[in-house]
């Protein structure tokens, strides 16, 4: 009765009926019901209590249940035939009227009262205007417009020493907009950590998106982009004719970022900071793979179905002209036939999870933490939103709302994006080793926008490792153009996207006078001149739509919104008031209909300038850095791809190609990442070296520092702080090649052991320690110096050098790949010449189901791992992995292939495959892999290469002069050698061969690459 009291009219009593009728569901649930309600229909009699029924709602529709079920399976990690899975009565789905009426029929007024509680609900929005957080303004202000306008009058003055009227007109325009909406504290609060960053150690990009078009952003040093110079408009950012929230997204570096968090944090209160959750959902493959676990599918069944779901859109067929079907498994059962015949496989689970995942796609499977997101209220934010905690990737607790990204601005709080660019961090790394090698302070800021070894670096495409501009693709692209403005950077930036890249050729062509620049009107030349005739940006057809035809700039705006939408109406309501405008401008109406359909057709395509604008100015000073400071530029461009081995590859071909050697660790020339050292080579970093601590590796730098490079081991362990830096951290060193600079010690000698079984390692930590001992003691005496009495130095011991296999697989092991060498460098010409095909040839094959039927393919590398695996038909299968220069690939050896190939299953043996691929002979639409054969590589060595055929031309004998310096060369490979003379004009040749075989060597064959001579091998 005490609720009753409590609560009065508004207290009932629920009744639930969840009476299981399938075997497989929990039958315990339902008797324990009745008994209770029961009791509670007592209690309601006697009391005068209501009753109300109603039914847990765990699913929509009855035949959802078994997908619900694996979906508790997925969420708990269990599996269906787990006897401890949670079971539900399977009665849990959205019943309809007539249901409730049925499982309710004895107690009409509990179905009464259900609608008398709807009818008391009250309907509540959470919408809500803007909540913008309170800034705290300095003496002498008491008004937020009062205060931005005198912070944007100041940083006029520094950005344009002469303020005209234009940059006045501007100015007044914004502040107004801004004003009349309502949000200054908006731009200060912004303004505010922006400007904190550097002091803070954090490097701020020179802005993104629409924001960088506010001349008031750049004034206050939100954005470092002169929007007026580059033509980027404010009302692309803010349309004074709507009021919309300002979105103003910030780059920081990757390292800074979570410091700016902590400012913003510390500066407005925990509790009015938070982080925004995200929802995570099944996609298709994943709710694949998922359903695959919890019914007992195998692993290599699972991967086969998740296979037939494509992994890219373009790879799904059109569900009309220029629209693909969305990838999900419901769209890829009606367009893939062996995906849908699947749905009646003989295997019950096999069928069961193609039918049940398609149920459970999209179903939220997890929660996160949105990656650059952050809400800052003017109140806690537990008075607008409901919150969670969530962990930050160092452990750190932060407050999570529990309204992801697209709900949370409805509810008024300001969404602020902080995001981190890797981009900003390779810069900032790259500056500090400028410093560091060549005591030269770089003002990335301040280099200047014409430098000709930039523009150099373009025009040849040797952008990889820049910014925005390295695709293989962009690459062709400048080599055709020659860029030699920043304004063509902008514009490639914003062409190179599907769509507007049809445009490239001809943007090219008229760059260079190969095709007219034509203007539909003159006056059209002032907006359109940079882009030679072309419409690259939004911002051109807003700014012509004014000049054509007077709009408005919240009309220009409304037109570039319009048509990059297709929104129908709104357009056909412009191009009335376009044809209105620029008729009553004295422009021909034909013209008009002209320019508006080429506007039509590419304004869809056409690019955010502001955003295009900002990401050219830091593309271009990654091109800068890279031209002018390369060593410096690529040691931390491979810092800050060191734990993506793909990457880290091509980087490191990068500076091959580019004449840098990236050189193994050494202990004193290495930093903690990857440096670039007084001869231009990088050397990989000791903070990469695995049982090399952090404490280790400053304790060592911090000694370089203070006392100068160490001369040899002795020297080293005397120096160092042994707590920090122990004996494996010794021997890590040693293993990964940082004390070869010595000379006087092999990796090999760490490792010999004496007759009390310690190894040299040991004995030299240990001579450290005492080595500093008596150092101590010595300062220390009451009587100073009193002499020498350190510890004798332990004798270096000989060593046998290890092979070099094992040699480079132990430091493999150390540093995450081989530096010093590759253990295939041996067989780099049976590799090469040998093999028809490489790993990576051989993976993408696989990946994009486009092997080619019956060709022998002859592919080798060196063994990584072997694993053996129980099979499905008893037994065990094996897995080797082997890797070559590029990429790895597995080989999955079952029945007779276990047996006859699984000794070479043997870590860094290198091994040479004959194999194909064939079709089934029980069903011809599966393709099956067939290994021919295995051997070591050992057996083609020295076989690759018969004879080399070099192709010249008889005006061009000078590469004659580098044949005859190679035959000097001492290598085990020899092979004849023909000289083709060819005399093009007159379409003639002659073959020369050499008496004596040559020595032929992978120095030799790159060399005849880099200097692109024509060659053929076997002929």
Not at 796 to 812: G, M, Y
């Amino acid at each position: 009765m005490w609720y009753k009291n409590i609560w009065g009219d508004d207290y009932y009593l629920e009744l639930q009926r969840h009476k299981a009728t399938v075997a497989r569901a929990n039958h315990e649930t339902y008797p324990l019901q009745q008994e209770v309600n029961a009791k509670l229909i007592e209690f309601s009699r006697e009391l005068g209590i209501k009753l109300v029924c109603t039914n847990d709602s765990h699913f929509t529709n009855e035949d959802d249940a078994e997908a619900h079920e694996r979906l508790i399976c997925v969420s708990t990690g269990k599996k269906m035939d787990d006897e401890s899975l949670m079971m539900y009565s399977k009665q849990e789905w959205f019943k309809t009227t007539a249901e409730m009426n049925e499982v309710f029929a004895d107690v009409p007024e509990a179905l009464q009262n259900t609608n008398e509680v709807l009818d008391k609900c009250e309907l509540y929005s959470i919408d809500h205007k803007p909540i913008l957080p309170d800034f705290p303004l300095p003496d002498g202000f008491n008004d937020e417009n009062e205060y931005l306008r005198y912070l944007v009058y100041e940083g006029a003055k520094r950005r344009w020493p002469e303020l005209d009227d234009e940059h006045r007109e501007r100015i007044d325009f914004e502040l107004e907009t801004i004003k009349n909406m309502g949000f200054p504290g908006y731009f200060l609060i912004v303004q505010d950590y922006i400007n904190a960053a550097p002091a803070l150690g954090c490097s701020v990009g020179p802005g993104r998106g629409s924001a960088a078009g506010s001349a008031v952003a750049y004034c206050l040093g939100i954005t470092n982009i002169d929007p007026i110079k580059y033509d980027l408009l404010f009302e692309r950012f803010l349309n004074p004719d709507r009021i919309s929230l300002p979105d103003i997204d910030v780059d920081f570096d990757d390292d800074g970022r979570a410091k700016v968090l902590q400012y913003v944090t510390e500066k407005y209160g925990a509790e009015k900071v938070a982080h925004i959750i995200t929802y995570g959902t099944m996609a298709a493959k994943s709710a694949i793979k998922d359903v695959a676990r919890v019914q007992g599918l195998s692993i290599p069944e699972s991967e086969r179905l998740a296979k037939m779901i494509p992994s890219k859109p373009n790879d799904m067929p059109d569900e009309k002209p220029g629209k693909k079907y969305k990838i999900t498994i419901k769209n890829c059962i009606k367009c893939f036939p062996e995906l849908a015949a699947e749905l009646n496989n003989t295997d019950p689970k096999v069928a069961d999870t193609v039918r049940l995942a398609a149920k459970l796609e999209g179903n939220v499977r997890n929660t996160g933490v949105h990656a650059c997101g952050v809400i800052i209220g003017r109140d806690d934010i537990t008075d607008w939103v409901p919150v969670s905690t969530a962990y930050d990737s160092d452990g750190t607790k932060m407050i999570v709302t529990q309204y992801e990204g697209s709900v949370i601005e409805t509810t008024g709080l300001i969404k602020m994006d902080f995001l981190g660019l890797k981009t900003l961090s390779i810069i900032k790394d790259a500056v500090e080793n400028i410093k560091a090698t060549r005591g030269i302070d770089v003002d990335i800021e301040a280099i200047p926008i014409d430098d000709p070894k930039t523009y150099q670096l373009y025009c040849e495409g040797r952008t990889t490792g820049t910014f925005q501009f390295e695709s293989p693709g962009m690459q062709k692209y400048l080599i055709e153009l020659h860029p030699s403005t920043f304004e063509d950077l902008i514009a490639m930036n914003a062409l190179y996207r599907p769509g507007p890249m049809d445009y490239i050729p001809q943007f090219i062509r008229r760059k260079h006078g190969d095709d007219p620049i034509v203007y539909d009107i003159p006056c059209m030349e002032k907006y359109l001149k940079d882009t030679y005739g072309i419409t690259v940006y939004q911002e051109q057809v807003m700014l012509l739509s004014r000049q054509l035809a007077g709009f408005s700039r919240g009309q220009s705006d409304t037109l570039r919104k319009a048509m990059g939408k297709k929104q129908i109406d709104k357009m056909n309501h412009l191009e009335a008031l376009f044809y209105e405008g620029g008729e009553k401008n004295g422009y021909d109406r034909k013209e008009l209909n002209k320019i508006w359909e080429d506007w039509k057709k590419f304004a869809s395509y056409a690019f955010n300038k502001s955003h295009a604008t900002c990401y050219s100015w830091v593309a271009y000073q990654t091109a800068y850095l890279k031209a002018n400071y390369p060593s410096e530029y690529m040691a931390a461009v491979l810092s800050r791809n060191l734990n993506d081995v793909a990457k880290l590859s091509k980087f490191m071909d990068e500076c091959k190609a580019m004449g840098i050697s990236v050189l193994g660790p050494d202990i004193n020339e290495s930093f903690k990442t990857f440096s670039a050292n007084k001869k231009g080579d990088i050397r990989f970093g000791l903070a990469g070296i695995k049982g090399l601590g952090g404490n280790a590796v400053d304790t060592i730098i911090e000694e370089r520092e203070k006392g100068g490079a160490f001369t040899n081991v002795h020297d080293f362990v005397e120096r160092v702080n042994l707590t920090a830096c122990n004996r494996k951290a010794v021997e890590a060193l040693a293993l990964s090649g940082a004390f070869d600079c010595f000379g006087d010690i092999q990796r090999e000698a760490f490792f010999e052991k004496n007759n009390r079984d310690e190894t040299y390692s040991d004995i030299l930590v240990r001579y450290g320690q005492q080595y500093q001992l008596d150092k101590a003691s010595q300062a220390n005496s009451l009587f100073g110096d009193l002499g020498d009495s350190f510890t004798a130095k332990p004798p270096i011991p000989k060593a046998e050098r290890w092979p070099d296999i094992e040699r480079l697989s132990r430091e493999r092991e150390l540093v995450g790949m081989y530096l010093s060498a590759h253990p295939l460098d041996k067989y780099f010409l049976e590799i090469k010449f040998g093999c028809n095909a490489t790993l990576r040839e051989m993976k993408e094959m696989k990946e994009n189901n486009s092997m080619v039927i019956d060709k022998e393919l002859t592919f080798g590398g060196i063994v990584v791992d072997y694993n053996e695996r129980p099979s499905k038909k008893g037994g065990n299968y094996g897995i080797i992995k082997i890797e070559d220069y590029d990429d790895s690939f597995e080989l999955a050896l079952f029945d007779k292939n276990f047996i006859d190939y699984r000794n070479y299953g043997i870590t860094g043996m290198a091994i040479v495959v004959r194999a194909r691929y064939i079709r089934s002979r029980y069903n011809p639409e599966k393709i099956l892999f067939e290994i021919l054969s295995i051997q070591q590589l050992e057996t083609l060595h020295g076989k690759a290469i018969n004879n080399l055929r070099i192709n010249l031309e008889a005006r061009n004998l000078s590469t004659v002069q580098f044949i005859k310096s190679q035959l000097s060369e001492k290598c085990d490979e020899k092979c004849d050698l023909i000289v083709r003379v060819s005399d093009s004009e007159n379409n003639r040749f002659v073959d020369m061969r050499s008496r004596h075989k040559i020595p032929i060597s992978r120095k030799f064959i790159e060399a005849l690459d880099e200097m692109e001579v024509s060659y053929n091998v076997n002929v």
